[in-house]
């Protein structure tokens, strides 16, 4: 009833022996027994494994390393382990406060004109271009109505370099520079009105090395490749023309949005136009996800003087924001907003002004690598060819194995059930696969729940005194699936001031469409009708209705395994006792066998006695 041990024949034919086997390890073998024992598993909130005695094993070899949850339906192997990079576990946040405005009312006009373009989005850990005939990028002088210059946006990590292609008519030849100091390139005399080719981008890249630390970029076939050695995400975004998207098909693949900039704008209007975009863009089809966006807010640098911070809706490197200035590539805007640095003894002119930046988690299972965003994880993104090194798809590390990270290093990971049947298997099941599982369906609800709904909810204004408020989350934001059903809880903020929850939509420029207007509150209730839980093929309602048929599915087999099992054990005693019970009615019938065979026998002997007599006493006088 409790283990599935596996007894031998009654006695072993080599030594005579009887013998108890669990798992193929002996438990019993003659008098000589191994017992139960209770084994912690690091990670496991405390809870033990039940192993065999003098066969004791720890899941992980490094607790230090790592800690996990090993399900009991997990298949049996062995795994090594190797942590590169922990995840910062945090978004990307922009905006330093820059002293160019020196605003000290969020609700004054600004006096700047202009727009500037965002995008949250990445490239992979390596992103190659088109195939471009004989590695020409660009050829020789551009004809009058052709672009003189590019620019382009490349980042990984912490490289955030602006780069510039732009033809020199004194040298004759296209002059590549950057942002961080590095060009003219390439150097020397030219040889004619020479092309652009990927030659060039590759040779910049490559011979500016110390300020492009890990990021690589080799020519092959036609075809440039750009790649992070220490596999951070890339990100390739066009400041100024199409070099990138239109050239070399290397851009992020995530829409950029202009934010149109008025002499009038204010702090609040021009954080509430950010916001806003989300809600027409979202019902359009503009955003698949809502990490594909942001969220703008206006903070105090503690002095009295207010600045406009963007971040992004979920953690991880691939949300990464990109500042891209306006159509012609001037940062006027996002500067004069403190978005990207001007130039300064600190500073590097055109940079990313990130307040907090996001690292992914960075590991190896056996020879395969993973990026994920967060150290608690049961699916991570493969680094594969077979998306393009996109590494966007979540998928189980290892089946039944649930990780968490907790330094660099290595360490071994070994799965193995001693107890694979009985009594203590079916609680061990119940509590690592069962339980878990459902855990994790309520953490993918609470997750998205979260998720989506303070994306949509940053879009609405509030009311009342409120009525120019935007970028307020609905709950907590939560940075993790994993353990999310534990950690949902709403914004205390709303809870202390209902005037908070944004009903009302923006209506372009910054400002409520009214108090009366309920359009971004029926977008927080359609939520409940939208396909967003399990990478976006059911809704809320789908997948709890899923969930509660599988549940009660669940239960009926299990009821029904449950009287198979006991009908077969009650089948099993009854033929046990055939063969070794008592039966009072076949007793009682050997008993009046025996007596009546006893009794026969008496009266035989007594027979006998009676015809020795008459021999004897009888016939020995008459022969006399």
């Known amino acids: 009833e409790l283990i599935d041990c596996k007894p031998s024949d009654i006695c072993d034919e080599t030594d005579g022996e009887f013998k108890v086997y669990l798992d193929s390890k002996l438990l019993v073998q003659g008098r000589e027994t191994r017992h139960l024992v209770t084994v912690p598993v690091q990670g496991n909130q405390g809870f033990l494994d039940v192993q065999i005695e003098d066969n004791e094993f720890d899941h992980v070899s490094d607790p230090n390393v790592m800690e996990v949850i090993v399900e009991q339906g997990a298949a049996e192997a062995v795994h090594q382990v190797g942590v590169r990079r922990l995840a910062s ?8 406060g820059n002293d160019k405005l020196d605003v000290t009312d969020s609700s004054e006009a600004l006096g700047v004109k ?12 390596r992103k190659t271009s088109r195939t471009i005939k004989d590695g020409e990028i660009l050829s020789g002088a551009p004809a009058a109505d052709q672009p003189q210059e590019y620019q382009f946006r490349i980042q990984a ?99 950029i949005y202009t934010v149109e900039v008025t002499e009038e704008d204010t702090l609040e209007t021009i954080r509430n136009k950010i916001n806003g975009l989300y809600a027409p863009h979202y019902c359009e089809d503009g955003f698949e996800e809502a990490q594909d966006w942001l969220h703008a807010n206006i903070a105090d640098d503690g002095t009295g003087s207010m600045y406009l911070t963007l971040e992004s809706n979920a953690v991880g ?64 993104r493969k680094i594969t060819a077979e998306d393009a090194y996109q590494a966007s798809e979540m998928q189980e590390v290892l089946e039944g194995v649930h990780f968490t990270l907790k330094e660099t290093g290595s360490s071994g990971l070994t799965v193995k059930h001693h107890v694979n049947g009985g009594e203590i298997s079916a609680i061990m099941e119940a509590r690592d696969d069962v339980i878990l599982d459902h855990i994790g369906t309520f953490d993918e609800i609470a997750y998205q729940l979260s998720l989506q709904m303070n994306a949509v909810h940053y879009a609405g204004h509030g009311t009342g005194d409120h009525a120019m408020s935007t970028g307020v989350a609905f709950f907590n934001p ?30 372009g420029d910054g400002y409520t469409l009214g108090e009366g207007d309920g359009s971004n509150a029926l977008r927080m209730a359609q939520l409940k009708q939208a396909d967003i839980l399990e990478s976006g093929s059911s809704s809320f309602s789908e997948f709890y209705e899923s969930f509660i048929a599988e549940l ?20 099993i005693e009854n033929q046990r006792q055939s063969i070794m019970g008592v039966s009072i009615d076949e007793e009682m019938m050997d008993i009046t066998q025996f007596q009546q065979a006893f009794n026969a026998m008496a009266r035989f002997i007594t027979v006998q006695d009676e015809l020795l007599d008459k021999m004897i006493n009888g016939m020995g006088i008459v022969g006399r």
Do not use: C
């Not at 576990?89 to 330093?96: C, D, F, I, L």
């Not at 202009?114 to 850990?125: A, E, I, K, Y």
């Not at 300020?211 to 066009?238: F, P, Q, V």
């Not at 009660?552 to 006991?566: C, F, H, L, P, V």
């Open 89 to 96: 576990e945090t978004a990307w946040k922009v905006g330093n």
């Open 478 to 507: 939560i940075a993790a699936e994993y353990g999310a059903s534990r950690a949902l809880e709403i914004n205390s903020l709303l809870d202390e001031d209902t005037s908070y929850i944004g009903t009302a939509s923006d209506d």
């Open 157 to 255: 990590g912490d490289v955030d370099s602006l780069i510039s292609v732009a033809w020199d008519d004194g040298t004759t030849n296209w002059q590549i520079s950057d942002n961080l100091g590095n060009g003219p390139y390439p150097a020397g005399p030219p040889a004619g009105a020479d092309p652009l080719t990927l030659s060039d981008l590759a040779g910049f890249i490559n011979d500016n090395s110390a300020t492009y630390e890990n990021i690589e970029a080799e020519t092959n076939n036609n075809k440039l490749t750009i790649s992070s050695s220490d596999d951070h995400i890339i990100s390739l975004a066009d400041s100024k023309n199409n070099l990138l998207s239109g050239k070399l098909n290397m851009q992020n693949g995530g829409t």
């Open 114 to 125: 202009g727009n500037f373009r965002l995008q949250v989005d990445s490239s992979g850990v």
């Open 317 to 380: 490197e691939a949300n990464r924001i990109n500042v891209l200035g306006d159509d012609g590539g001037s940062l006027y805007v996002a500067k004069k907003l403190g978005l990207v640095h001007v130039d300064d003894t600190e500073t590097v002119e055109g940079e990313t002004s990130f307040m907090e930046t996001s690292r992914d988690a960075l590991f190896t299972v056996d020879s395969d690598k993973y990026l994920s965003a967060t150290n608690s994880f049961r699916e991570a």
């Open 552 to 571: 009660g599915s669940e239960g009926q087999t299990a009821r029904t395994m449950a009287d198979n099992q006991r009908h077969l054990v009650e089948q």
